[in-house]
């Protein structure tokens, strides 16, 4: 697997990352095993979680098979983002200094590492001053605690703004982790182009369109699928609308065109815009991850990536 650097940062990741949000839920302990090992054998080193994963599950079931040694913890990238945790059917965010701290300090103790290689902000508040969030990032890594530090869901302005309130701190902010892909292009607006300007990475998710552009939702929602799930009952609700419907089509017709899978073609196009590191895969089973990996060896034709463009503008 091809590697990039986070940004202008130093850090090489592999630029497509495993994310772990179903671990623990939809994920047994066996099931992202076999999805670890598949992925390092692969040449993947950029795994990605979060304090609010599986309310700690996703964390402690990546931990465990680090200690179990399932692959060698120097091998990976480890990320992960503290600010938002799951009450009940209640979203919560506090990313004060004290609550990004404890969480932290919470992240290591289930991953059983002293440190994480990049840790992120999950999100913006109106209810805490950026400084005080940037603070705790500033102390993450004077304290050891993490290597480099970032935001995640982060506007354009917002981003330029910690950006430029680390970098007077003498440290970088490597990386906003943000939604993109053919459903999704907002980002295209102000984070990309900044990230270019300013060279932090941009890590993607659901570069896969929540999984509309797997092509499965096309005849109605499979029973098995996340969008039937009692889990994320809301995950796919904004975009089964007939313009995800119109862009799933294209993306399917491009996959038949160039003879792969529907999900290969929307992966290797979020992965190859301009200003994106890596794109982030939360499989639920080893076929799913196993299909991402081939986009690897997918180079999207410019002609198929200028009418993927215009259909999805």
């Known amino acids: 697997m091809l590697s990039r650097h986070l940004g202008r940062s130093g850090l090489a990741v592999s630029r497509l990352g495993l994310g772990t949000l179903t671990w623990g839920v939809e994920v047994d302990e066996e099931g992202a095993r076999d999805q670890l090992t598949a992925f390092v054998a692969a040449g993947g080193t950029l795994v990605d979680t979060a304090h609010g994963y599986g309310a700690g599950a996703a964390e402690t079931m990546l931990g465990t098979l680090l200690k179990a040694r399932a692959v060698p913890r120097e091998d990976l990238v480890l990320v992960t983002k503290a600010g938002i945790r799951q009450e009940g ?17 919470g992240s290591l103790a289930r991953l059983g590492t002293d440190h994480v290689d990049v840790w992120l902000a999950h999100a913006w508040s109106d209810s805490v001053p950026l400084e005080e969030t940037l603070g705790a990032l500033e102390y993450a890594v004077s304290s050891g ?3 480099y530090v970032g935001v995640s869901n982060y506007s354009g302005w917002q981003t330029a703004r910690a950006f430029s309130l680390l970098e007077s701190a ?7 982790e943000i939604e993109h892909s053919l459903l999704h292009r907002d980002g295209e607006h102000e984070v990309l182009p900044a990230a270019q300007a300013l060279g932090f990475g941009v890590l993607a998710w659901a570069p896969q369109g929540r999984g509309i552009l797997t092509g499965k939702y096309r005849g109605g929602i499979p029973p098995q699928s996340r969008a039937a799930s009692r889990v994320f009952p809301r995950f796919l609700e904004r975009y089964l609308d007939e313009r995800a419907v119109s862009i799933s089509d294209a993306v ?5 065109g160039l003879d792969v899978p529907p999900s290969q073609v929307a992966l290797a196009w979020a992965r190859d815009t301009p200003g994106v590191s890596a794109v982030l895969v939360g499989a639920r089973t080893l076929t799913q991850l196993q299909t991402a990996l081939g986009s690897e060896s997918i180079d999207l034709p410019g002609p198929v990536r200028d009418a993927l463009d215009d259909v999805s503008a």
Do not use: F, K, Q
């Open 89 to 105: 059917d209640r979203r919560i965010v506090d990313v004060s200094r004290r609550g990004l701290l404890r969480e932290l300090d």
């Open 252 to 256: 399917v017709t491009a996959a038949r």
């Open 170 to 176: 003498r440290i970088p902010l490597v990386a906003n």
């Open 145 to 147: 605690r993490a290597r």
